[in-house]
């Protein structure tokens, strides 16, 4: 693992926080873009954790200080060079009120399928990325389930009621 | 055997030659007649052919595939194709709502008559030639070319993208591969120098074709199994990529119509190659037709063999592998086949 | 054919032509589940695609939440239905890292060798059903007996054939059966014949050649870009691999090569799968005659609660790395279980390299990069 705080030395809008770096959301694409211009790192994955009541996320090796109410957003980034195959974690932050995040797609593009995901799921927009769709759930599915207050309906009825109208309208 | 057959025959000839007087009938009829006899005769032929043929390649298959293949129903399986077919007639006949009602449901009976007229053309043996020809091949390519149209007929007629994909493939192969097939063919006829097929297979009396043209017998072979769209050319029903191709849409007895259709045209494309290369119904000791449909089946199981050994091909390679390898080997046999003849006809015969 | 969308168009033939959607799936036979690809087709010839699944998700992530920790154990086999002994065993690792248990030796070893055996049986299925999208049903019967040898192995093992939940927290499930480590030994000399014959018979195949070699080359650059991972980003020519790289388990103590192919096209793609089967059973081998006595399951307690925090572990598994994220609140239920599935990324690429491929050779490509719907939809 290449040493952490050298990494957040050339990324000026980072902090080191519990072994990750810690951003503004709003600047995901820049600090991204810097990640990726030192060379033999990969968007492996992004992580999404609701955190409603701000409750710690102490990690395993030790406790930090407690966050607020918010989405936790994590890119997890692999790092390629030699020697060592482990995951650099960029964190942020997001409020309830502003679920949003930049997409990071002209960054790598596996963040494609990953953002979908986390929109699916846990209702983070995506901005400045095309067609931002559902990708596990159907397309006209109400809330995002992954969400601490999603409200599990008694019982889903399938098919939806919108698709009898849509079939009695001839549709597809 | 023989002799029971010659009876039978010698029978049926014998109540027909006194019916016209008797019964007052005319000529056309008696013609209508036997035409009806023949018919009823290649049809038997025809659903024997396909229950054992589908017997036989599912045992081979699970030969060549380290398994048993079925075995439950009748002594060694036997009756395992009776019982599918029975289950088949039962099944509901679905058709597409979107259908071409008239070519969707012609489609299969057309394959199936395309099949019986075939069996007709063939030499079973001396005296059991249901119809003689003077233009037997020609007329036997022309009638097995009509496949093509109930193929696509299903195709288009389905109105399903799949169907569709099938059929134009399916067109695209069976013509092309038409070609060198027709070439390799016309060697043969050269060297016999009759276009019936029962001359040709007599012909073959002192050598056997396969002999003296190996290599038309490999063109025959590899168009044959293009013709037959068996893999590695099986393109027109390729189901990892068009499901079940032309018949996706096919259930019931129309399914099983196509099915028939398939395994008949297998036998009766193994025959033509019988007829073509391998001496047709000649041999000694047992009877002719034995030696025929014998001769046949070994054809076939050779073919299956190939069938189960590949994988399937490219579309666009299987089309450059015909327009530019088929057949300029097959115009090029055709070359040395009649230069071969004339010197032949110079030198040798004429030292006789 | 209701929805012909696009006026006609001359192609370069000057053939006057006109653009069509096909859904090729979710019910389709070359699309191994239920996953959808729609094709704006030009002809034979595809335009576009795009990617839709789903159709498999069960929410398992959100059913996580609801379950305690051990009880979720058996759901993670469900994913990857077809490596289903080697799927816990990311999610164990984050729970033996999140509650600090120390595994015995033995049942690292077991899970080495039943994780690698599952490797096997699924590289089998892999190289089986992609030749058998080229309908050689013969060869696919070779593979499959190959791998009826493993799945009888693991099935003494486990106790059963597809989902077996055998990794569990602090250990596995059970002791290796009595004489089992021997008859593995003859097992793996048998499949090892299996699979030459089924190499010797497929590989270089000349139509097979003519199928795969070049069709749909991914570089390492694009596979690193769009997060392909395991065999995929191993045929693109980066030799990653974790088992080497960074070693979990004992897998450090084991000799073996991590194959690498440069081309990054459907060959590549299947062959790596051989030569890294090869390689799965010289580890299952070492494994066998290194295993230790002594335990096979470290004391967890029956309510178990590891400290709040979190882990994120990242194993091999049959299809690329596959990762588990999960979020502990300090009771007996997870806070959040987030799993990074291999398939999920590695489908990411179809849309940009599907245009221009014929529908033949779109079929070969989706083969050729292994996808298990159920790792895909959670």
Not at chain 2, 1 to 20: H, S, Y
Request: aromatic share 12%; charged share 20%; proline share 5%.
């Amino acid at each position: 693992m290449r040493d952490i705080n050298k990494i957040a030395a050339v990324l000026p809008k980072a902090e080191v926080r519990d072994g990750a770096l810690v951003i503004q959301a709003s600047e995901a694409v820049e600090v991204l873009a810097a990640v990726k211009a030192l060379g033999g790192f990969a968007l492996f994955d992004i992580t999404c954790v609701d955190r409603p009541a701000g409750t710690p996320p102490a990690s395993a090796e030790g406790a930090v200080p407690a966050y607020p109410a918010c989405f936790e957003l994590a890119w997890r980034i692999w790092d390629l060079s030699e020697g060592s195959k482990d995951i650099l974690t960029i964190r942020s932050f997001i409020d309830h009120d502003r679920a949003e995040a930049p997409s990071v797609m002209a960054v790598w593009k596996s963040a494609d399928m990953l953002e979908r995901e986390v929109w699916d799921l846990m209702g983070i927009r995506f901005t400045g990325r095309p067609h931002l769709e559902r990708v596990l759930n159907r397309a006209d599915f109400e809330g995002h389930p992954l969400r601490k207050d999603f409200v599990m309906p008694k019982r889903d009825r399938f098919p939806p009621a919108s698709w009898d109208k849509k079939a009695a309208e001839g549709g597809q | 055997m023989t002799e029971f057959l010659t009876t039978v025959f010698n029978l049926i000839q014998g109540i027909l030659g006194v019916a016209p007087t008797t019964l007052a009938l005319a000529l056309p009829w008696m013609d209508i007649f036997w035409a009806f006899v023949y018919f009823v005769g290649a049809v038997i032929l025809l659903i024997i052919n396909v229950i054992m043929l589908i017997w036989i390649e599912r045992r081979a298959a699970g030969f060549f595939q380290e398994r048993v293949g079925p075995n439950r129903v009748g002594p060694f399986g036997l009756l395992q194709t009776v019982n599918d077919t029975i289950k088949l007639l039962g099944k509901e006949w679905i058709m597409p709502a979107s259908a071409d009602r008239m070519v969707f449901l012609i489609a299969p009976l057309l394959v199936v008559t395309v099949a019986v007229t075939m069996y007709g053309l063939l030499p079973y043996g001396p005296g059991i030639t249901p119809v003689t020809l003077n233009v037997g091949i020609l007329f036997f390519l022309a009638v097995s070319s009509t496949n093509t149209i109930a193929v696509l007929m299903a195709g288009w007629g389905s109105n399903n993208k799949y169907s569709l994909l099938g059929g134009m493939r399916t067109v695209a192969q069976i013509i092309s591969y038409e070609i060198p097939m027709a070439l390799s063919i016309i060697g043969i006829v050269m060297l016999s120098g009759s276009l019936d097929l029962g001359e040709i297979a007599r012909s073959q009396s002192h050598v056997w074709y396969v002999f003296i043209q190996p290599v038309a017998f490999v063109i025959f072979t590899i168009s044959a199994l293009a013709e037959l769209t068996k893999s590695p050319f099986d393109m027109t029903e390729a189901e990892q990529e068009f499901v079940a191709g032309y018949h996706t849409e096919y259930s019931g007895i129309r399914f099983t119509l196509f099915f028939m259709g398939e395994y008949a045209n297998l036998f009766s494309m193994a025959a033509l190659g019988v007829v073509l290369f391998f001496g047709g119904a000649s041999g000694p000791w047992l009877p002719p037709w034995m030696w025929f449909i014998g001769k046949t089946y070994v054809f076939i199981l050779f073919l299956l063999w190939i069938r189960w050994t590949f994988l399937r091909i490219r579309v666009d390679k299987m089309m450059k592998f015909n327009w530019k390898f088929l057949i300029p080997v097959a115009l090029a046999n055709l070359l040395v086949t009649g230069v071969g003849i004339k010197l032949w006809q110079h030198f040798v015969e004429r030292s006789i | 054919m209701g929805d012909n969308l696009d006026g006609a168009n001359l192609n370069s033939d000057g053939f006057e032509t006109q653009e069509f959607i096909l859904n090729l799936g979710p019910q389709h036979p070359s699309t191994h589940g239920v996953y959808r690809a729609r094709l704006i087709m030009d002809g034979e010839t595809v335009v576009s695609a795009e990617n839709k699944v789903g159709y498999l998700h069960r929410g398992m992530e959100k059913m996580a939440e609801g379950l305690t920790f051990s009880q979720f154990t058996p759901y993670t086999s469900r994913f990857d239905y077809c490596a289903g002994a080697l799927q816990p065993w990311a999610y164990v690792i984050a729970l033996e890292k999140l509650g600090g248990i120390v595994v015995p030796e033995r049942a690292e070893y077991i899970r080495v060798i039943t994780g690698e055996l599952n490797r096997i049986s699924s590289h089998l299925l892999m190289v089986a059903s992609m030749v058998l999208d080229f309908s050689a049903i013969t060869a696919w019967t070779y593979a499959f007996n190959a791998r009826e040898g493993v799945l009888d192995l693991l099935e003494a093992v486990t106790g059963s054939r597809l989902l077996m939940h055998y990794m569990v927290n602090g250990g596995v499930w059970a002791d290796l059966p009595e004489g089992w480590v021997p008859k593995a030994e003859a097992e793996l000399d048998r499949i090892i014949a299996r699979l030459d014959d089924f190499d010797m018979l497929v590989s270089g195949n000349e139509i097979f050649l003519g199928r795969t070699k070049g069709i749909a080359p991914i570089n390492s650059e694009e596979a690193i870009e769009f997060g392909l991972t395991g065999a995929n980003l191993r045929a693109s020519g980066r030799g990653l691999d974790l088992r080497r790289d960074s070693p979990y388990s004992v897998y450090d103590r084991f000799d073996f090569e991590v194959p690498v192919l440069h081309n990054g096209d459907c060959w590549d793609r299947y062959y790596i799968r051989i030569m890294e089967t090869r390689e799965s059973i010289k580890i299952v081998r070492q494994a066998l005659k290194q295993l230790p006595g002594g335990d096979w399951r470290a004391k967890v307690a029956k309510v178990w609660k590891p400290a709040a925090g979190e882990a994120y572990t990242m194993i091999e598994a049959a299809r690329g790395v596959q990762a588990y994220h999960v979020v502990s609140d300090g009771t007996a239920k997870p806070y959040r279980v987030h799993m990074r599935s291999p398939s999920f990324c590695n489908i990411g690429v179809i849309p940009e390299k599907a245009p221009g491929l014929t529908l033949q050779d779109f079929i070969s490509f989706i083969a050729s990069l292994d996808f298990v719907l159920g790792d895909i939809d959670r």
